[in-house]
């Protein structure tokens, strides 16, 4: 057991956990075919391009924070989140529990929510957080260079600030918007 509120996804539970994954979003992993799953509605993917320039990371740690803040107060008390990274080690989080683990891998050192073990950045892997009930969540594409957030709630919560960090949506509801529409 690492902590109260984290555990890793093993065995049955683990393929279960993708298994739910790919049957309502048909994952489909690609270099060059995007996006990456069937996204839903509501849903709105970001192009990541705006972080490409940020030095000393504010953008960046201003995403993980908004992003992990929005995703733990969406999530009801004793519901968890599955923290998936594809073809690694994946999670479930309580958010509402202590993390209390020192020897969590961090992706971020200093830079989210203390004890989550990834961030929403997709840094050369597909990272994905999602409501136990798959009811909202987020989809970070490393090769689109993209987050997708999906779910009422959770774009309710955080839509605003992302489009300030951000600042160019790519898809609403999978439907191109702006330059991604005329390609």
Not at 45 to 67: F, H, P
Not at 152 to 175: F, G, K, S, Y
Request: hydrophobic share 35%; with cysteine; aromatic share 12%.
């Amino acid at each position: 057991m690492i902590t109260e509120g984290l555990r890793r996804l093993h065995g049955a539970e683990y393929a279960g956990v993708w298994d739910r994954f790919d049957a309502k979003f048909d994952f489909r992993p690609s270099m060059y075919e995007f996006p990456g799953i069937t996204e839903p509605s509501p849903s709105i993917t970001w192009s990541l391009d705006e972080l490409n320039d940020d030095s000393g990371y504010r953008k960046l740690d201003r995403l993980v924070n908004v992003v992990q803040d929005g995703l733990a107060s969406c999530s009801k008390p004793g519901e968890s989140l599955w923290i998936l990274d594809w073809q690694h080690t994946c999670y479930q989080l309580r958010p509402d529990l202590p993390k209390t683990d020192m020897f969590l891998p961090r992706v971020l050192e200093g830079r989210s929510r203390e004890g989550w073990p990834l961030s929403p950045y997709p840094d050369g892997d597909y990272y994905i957080f999602l409501a136990e009930d798959l009811r909202f969540g987020t989809f970070g594409h490393p090769w689109e260079h993209s987050l997708c957030v999906f779910g009422a709630e959770l774009l309710d919560a955080i839509e605003e600030d992302l489009d300030q960090i951000l600042q160019r949506v790519l898809r609403r509801a999978a439907d191109p918007v702006g330059d991604a529409a005329r390609r």
